[in-house]
């Protein structure tokens, strides 16, 4: 296999980005069957892949504080065990990972967020240059404006933005920017590629993931899974919110299965609270078709209710915190509902913002989260999902990382 | 009929008292046909009922500053409107409300506390008198510990009190106080007789009660109320509590409105919350009749979990109020469990503490409360129905009122 074929590999430096995920409603109810709404946030993980001339790869991972580089002759050996003969539908393997573990010099214990990066980074480098049957010299650099472990979806943004520039820049798949767009997106059909070599990704970092994550980091907008079956709504609304981290750090683990005991306690008072989470799920759903077809404000009343009322039957769940509660009123106080998103017990919460919530009620609001100690954002839901960027359509942040370089 | 009579009036002078009743759990729901518990709750409504020698029958009701009195020749035209032949359930007729209203001289739209209880008290003595055949002179004191309007079940309490001592004192019942005891109770088929009577005292002032705070009243400890049927439970622990009244007002009908408005709007989201209410209610009639069973600490944890969580429901369905989240806060920061009673919106809340709380920490809470502006009362629930006292029983914050005379 050749180390680097300027034939087979695509000559320019590519731009991806890809999107952090919220749950809108049915966090928890989704482990006992129920419907959850997972949307793309406009929190987005960045990638620059510019190739090399000199055999070497190189990944910058600034957010982890990693920086690696290899031959692509140290990878080589490695690559029979990623060989192509695997369907994409096929888990890596405990081998898989051993072997990496083994060549990045990491012990098992290392579950570390540099490391788990660099296993994926490793494994699909290693099952796209098999596929493709070269190993490709590049420069890859990944930032994100995600903050890691919040569940909002960064290891998955990461993995599809690497599943995209390596399929792309291999040629697997096509690059979608045409001379002087700013931005491209992928067909459906490759779409579906990207999302399955992202899948992989997540499973080598997460070992046994939805498949939510990646796909809302793929496809954008947003999607309705339930009982493991993923499903993309067909269009919603862009809205806009404030994304809440209170910082306060909570075990996903711990509050599961807190639900889970109190559901075997009181199974009939529990039962009925997850069936309207569930009917809060569907009305929504319903509500963002709506929007979708026929952009209204008043559509914004009932999807603010909706928050409101999830938010007091997480509270019933006991997944409830202080933190949280302390988002709702600080936000309340500016005629603005919030509810928890993901696991709660602290983590982080989303606000919804009307198209007509003045800068001066958004500012205070984040004035007032800020004075309560919490990282607070101003962003939308619905958002695109992986795209290629124009240099040029790069935001000055984003570029101030890839230029400093 | 004679004025007075010697010989079939009780010559002694008798001391009763009713206590006020909270909802434990079930508020709101029972509107739609859901089960409500309700307990009688020891703030309690005392009356002293002194026999009098000149054919006069005075009332005074310190709490909502009344001073009546009459010549017992003035009110014996009325009483034909009132004759025996009725039976005790019928109610009130706008005939008889609307003859004791021009009596009294109040105007048709006159529903102020003091003008109903005058409307009350003649409506039962009126009654009492036609059905016993004479007209007792006396001098009647009612003073109350439950604050008026609060949800509290005071008019029900007052109405209890003034048909066990009217009955009583003309001998259509017993007076179950023996030489040497301190506190009598009746048997209950005499419980019976004063609840049907006291009940239409609710109806002169409540046009149409569900009958459940005459109940409590009458009764004591606690009971199921549902679809219209009132069943007392067999038995019941006496559980301490704390009683805040946030003193923000709110008006039952216009929250009563908003829940049934909920539930028209999202039927599929609030059908399920009513149904959970409905299981607490339902784990807590359990919980309580093992405590009363097996007393034990271990039910608390039980106790105070369905108080959260209910407390979390009453939210959903959109009574809760700022003043609430702060009463449930400011508790929680001494290991205290809270809810709303009644209609929510702000009015009470109820907050239990274990036999083992200790002083400190209940005095620490009650002084947080206070703080926020709420008045609060430490008292217990489960308490007992309408008693019959001797003096020297009575506490002397009711003594002083009674002498001050």
Known sequence: MPAFSKEEMLAQTLFVSAPGKVILHGEHAVVHGKAALAVAVNLRTFLKMAPRNDGKVSVELPNVGARLCWETSELQPLVVAFSADQTESQPPSPEQIEKLKEF????????????????????????????????????????????????????????????????????????????????????????????????RGEQVIHGNPSGVDNAVGTRGGALRYQAGKICSLKSVPTLRILLTNTLVPRSTKVLVAGVKDKLMKFP???????????????????VLEAMAARPSLEHYPVLEELIDVNQHLLSVVGVGHSSLDQVCQATASHGLHSKLTG????????????????????????????DCGFE??????????????????????????????
């Open 104 to 199: 990045a010099g990491f012990t098992n214990r290392a579950a570390a967020t540099q490391s788990l990066a660099t296993l994926a980074f490793l494994y699909l480098y290693l099952s796209i240059a098999s596929k493709c049957g070269f190993m490709p010299s590049v420069d890859i650099l990944v930032w994100s404006e995600l903050p890691t472990g919040a569940g909002l979806g960064s290891s998955a943004a990461y993995s599809v933005c690497l599943a995209g520039a390596l399929l792309s820049g291999c040629r697997v798949i096509s690059y979608p920017l045409e001379e002087g767009q700013s931005v491209g997106r992928w067909p459906e059909e490759e779409l579906a590629v990207i999302n399955s070599w992202a899948f």
């Open 268 to 286: 009939a008072i529990m039962e009925p609270v997850l069936t309207s989470i569930d009917a809060i799920s569907q009305e929504c759903e319903r």
């Open 343 to 370: 696991a709660g017990g602290g983590g982080c919460a989303i606000t919804l913002l009307r198209p007509d919530t003045a800068p001066s009620v958004v500012e205070a609001a984040i004035r007032d989260l800020s």
């Open 376 to 405: 607070c954002w101003e962003t939308d839901i619905g958002a695109l999902g992986i795209c290629a960027h124009s240099p040029q359509s790069l935001k000055a942040e984003v570029l101030k990382v890839f230029n400093g370089k």
